[in-house]
């Protein structure tokens, strides 16, 4: 079946550390996105990418970087410049920017800082 | 700029009863309307949209929604509502070759 695979599902982080969250899909969808979720703030866009090698920084960029190199792969790197990164990472895509395509989401990864 | 308010943190429900999740919005052009769905520890799961053309809109689990110009508002409803409904409920809006935004999630509980 096709999807959106996200992992490791958890995940923690020591201060200082980077660490990469993975995204696979196998739908042949054009864009992809990442977001992160916190308690009563909804979901806030990190990173998209509408093509391969390029991205755009969404509303909350700062401490994050992703790379596109194949259609089907868009990871996230939380850096050490991200203060607070705990929170649930969402990665989602769509076949590409028109108006009447809704989103196709992973299950998400949990990141924590011990 | 693009915007949806969800004013409602918190709806409880008794089962059997029909429930209404509230959803309004803004945006400068047509609004393209979406309801996702979100488990606990899960990814966002799609409901149902409204994109043009009849204002009701019916979607998975027999949950509809009702579009509504004049009022800028896209509520979420079911008729009788199930213990298994209970999850977090987005209403997400999107603007011709924008990206989606979301509004900050209403809480759903269906008390047995």
């Known amino acids: 079946d096709g999807g959106i695979t996200q992992s490791p599902k958890y995940l923690f982080r020591k201060e200082g550390q980077n660490v990469t969250l993975s995204c696979e899909q196998n739908l042949n969808h054009d864009a992809m996105y990442w977001y992160r979720q916190d308690p009563g703030q909804g979901l806030r866009l990190i990173y998209y990418?509408?093509?391969?090698?390029?991205?755009q920084k969404g509303d909350i960029a700062e401490g994050y970087s992703v790379s596109r190199e194949k259609k089907e792969s868009f990871p996230l790197t939380v850096t050490s410049a991200q203060k607070n990164p705990t929170a649930f990472y969402l990665c989602?895509?769509?076949?590409?920017?028109?108006?009447?395509?809704?989103?196709?989401f992973g299950s998400g990864t949990r990141l924590t800082v011990v | 700029a693009q915007s949806v308010a969800q004013p409602e943190d918190q709806v409880n429900v008794a089962e059997g009863n029909p429930l209404t999740v509230k959803c309004t919005y803004s945006v400068s052009g047509n609004p393209y309307l979406f309801w996702y769905v979100q488990y606990p520890n899960r990814g966002l799961q799609f409901l149902l949209k409204y994109i043009t053309g009849d204002n009701l809109v019916k979607g998975s689990y027999g949950f509809e929604a009702e579009f509504n110009k004049s009022q800028t508002s896209f509520h979420l409803k079911k008729p009788s509502a199930l213990v298994s409904d209970s999850a977090l409920y987005f209403c997400?809006?999107?603007?011709?070759?924008?990206?989606?935004?979301f509004g900050p999630g209403t809480r759903l509980s269906v008390l047995p």
């Open positions: 997400a809006v999107r603007d011709y070759g924008q990206n989606f935004v």
């Open positions: 990418s509408q093509i391969v090698n390029d991205f």
């Open positions: 989602a895509s769509t076949p590409r920017t028109g108006y009447n395509y809704g989103y196709t």
